[in-house]
C-alpha cells in the first residue's frame, strides 16, 4: 500500500476517471474546495453565532481571542468552509439577526464556478509614447506584428493609440483615431477578424465606433466603463467590454495611490460598472474585468490584487490580467524592461492559479509555449 498527497485542478473529472458514480460526483466535488474568506467588522454577536453555525456543520469560522467575552463591539475572522459549507451558510444565515443575513447574501456569491478559457492577449501601440519601445508601431510595421502574434498563436490582439504610462501626454480624439485608422481599414479589408479576436484599447467613443465597425469584438476601457457611450456602442455591436480599475488618471495616478482595502475598493468599483453595464443590456459573459495593475497602485497593491484574484470570480465575469514587463517587476528584481520577461511570466503563471483567464503581454510566442506548458501539468 503507498500513500501520497495529490494537488487536483478539475475534481469532478478525476471522480470520474477513478470511477465514483454521477451523482456522488456532484457530492464530493462539493467538499474537496476550500475557500478562506476573510471577513471585516462583524458585529460582535454575529461572529459568535456564524462561529457555532460554522462549527455546526464541519467548518471553522477563525476570530481573535476576546470574541467570546464581546470586548469589542465588532471583530474581523476567517472563515473555513467547503462549497457545500458555504451553500448551507449562505441559506441558514438569511435567518440570524446582527447582519448576518448580508453575510449570506455576500457567501452565496463566492459560489458562483464560471470555467472560462485561457487565452493570450497581444499588445500593439501604435504611438511613439508607450512604456516598452518594442510594442510601438506604425501602421505598416503593425500589420506586420498582427500577422506575427496570429501565427504566433494570439487569441486576441489588442490595439490603442494613446499611451496610458504614468505621466503619458493626452492626445486629441482626430489624431487618436488617425493613429488607427490604418490598421483599423486593413483589419476590415483582409478579414483578419476572422484569424483572430481585435480589442480596441480605446475611451474615445468615434474611434471605439470605428473600431466595431471594422471587425473588433472587444472594447478595452481603462476608464473602466465611466462613459455610457462606450457602454452603448458595446451593446450595439454586441461586442464584450473590459472594465479596468484605476485609481487618478495616468498623468497622476502614481502620485502616492492610496486604498483603506484595496480588494474591497476595487472590489466595490467592479459591482457599481457591472450594474451600469448590466442595465444596459450588456451580460456578464460579455464582461471581462482588468484590476489595473500599475494604474493607481503601488507594489503593495498590485502583489495583493494579484494574490487575491480568486475574490473577483464572484462576480461570474472573464479575469484580465496585465503586468507584462511593469515597473513592479523591476521594484522586486531590481531589472530593466528588456529582462523582465521571466518576471512577467512568472507574475502571469500565478494569476492563471489565482482565477485569471487572459493574459494581456508583449511576448506572445513565450507565453503561448509556457502556457502549453501550464495547461498540461494543469
Not at 460526483?25 to 471585516?40: G, L, Q, W
Not at 453595464?277 to 493607481?296: M, P, R
Request: aromatic share 6%; net charge negative.
Amino acid at each position: 500500500m503507498n500513500l501520497y498527497k495529490i494537488n487536483i485542478e478539475n475534481k469532478k473529472d478525476f471522480l470520474r476517471t477513478l470511477g465514483v458514480e454521477s451523482v456522488g460526483v456532484e457530492i464530493i466535488a462539493k467538499k474537496m474546495d476550500t475557500f478562506y474568506i476573510f471577513i471585516k467588522d462583524l458585529k460582535t454577536p454575529a461572529v459568535n453565532i456564524l462561529k457555532q453555525d460554522a462549527l455546526s456543520i464541519g467548518a471553522e469560522l477563525a476570530v481573535p481571542s476576546g470574541v467570546i467575552l464581546c470586548e469589542k463591539s465588532h471583530y474581523d475572522c476567517l472563515l473555513i468552509a467547503s462549497k457545500k459549507h458555504l451553500e448551507i451558510l449562505s441559506s441558514k444565515e438569511l435567518a440570524q439577526p446582527f447582519g448576518l443575513k448580508a453575510v449570506a447574501k455576500k457567501l452565496k456569491e463566492f459560489l458562483v464556478d464560471e470555467k472560462f478559457p485561457i487565452r493570450v492577449m497581444g499588445i500593439i501601440n501604435a504611438n511613439d509614447d508607450s512604456f516598452y519601445e518594442k510594442s510601438r508601431y506604425e501602421a505598416k510595421s503593425a500589420i506586420r506584428a498582427i500577422e506575427q502574434m496570429i501565427d504566433e498563436g494570439a487569441d486576441i490582439i489588442d490595439i490603442g493609440a494613446v499611451s496610458s504610462r504614468p505621466n503619458s501626454l493626452p492626445v486629441t480624439k482626430e489624431e487618436e483615431l488617425k493613429r488607427v485608422q490604418e490598421i483599423c481599414d486593413t483589419i476590415k479589408h483582409f478579414k483578419l477578424y476572422e484569424k483572430t479576436i481585435f480589442s480596441i484599447d480605446s475611451y474615445t467613443p468615434s474611434v471605439v465606433e470605428y473600431a466595431l465597425n471594422c471587425g473588433f469584438g472587444i472594447v478595452n476601457d481603462i476608464t473602466g466603463a465611466s462613459d455610457d457611450e462606450i457602454i452603448k456602442l458595446t451593446k450595439q455591436y454586441n461586442a464584450k467590454i473590459c472594465i479596468m480599475h484605476m485609481q487618478g488618471t495616468p498623468q497622476n495616478m502614481q502620485e502616492n495611490p492610496h486604498y483603506d482595502d484595496v480588494i474591497v475598493e476595487v472590489s466595490d468599483f467592479f459591482e457599481d460598472r457591472i450594474g451600469r453595464c448590466e442595465a444596459a443590456g450588456i451580460s456578464k459573459k460579455d464582461i471581462i474585468l482588468d484590476v489595473g495593475i500599475g494604474f493607481g497602485k503601488n507594489l503593495e497593491h498590485n502583489i495583493a490584487l494579484i494574490s487575491n484574484l480568486s475574490h473577483f470570480k464572484k462576480f461570474g465575469c472573464e479575469l484580465l490580467i496585465g503586468a507584462s514587463r511593469k515597473s513592479m517587476i523591476d521594484k522586486i528584481i531590481k531589472t530593466p524592461l528588456e529582462d523582465r520577461l521571466e518576471g512577467t511570466l512568472a507574475i502571469h503563471l500565478k494569476a492563471l492559479d489565482n482565477g485569471a483567464n487572459i493574459i494581456r503581454c508583449h511576448d506572445v510566442k513565450e507565453h503561448v509555449r509556457a502556457l502549453k506548458v501550464y495547461e498540461a501539468i494543469q
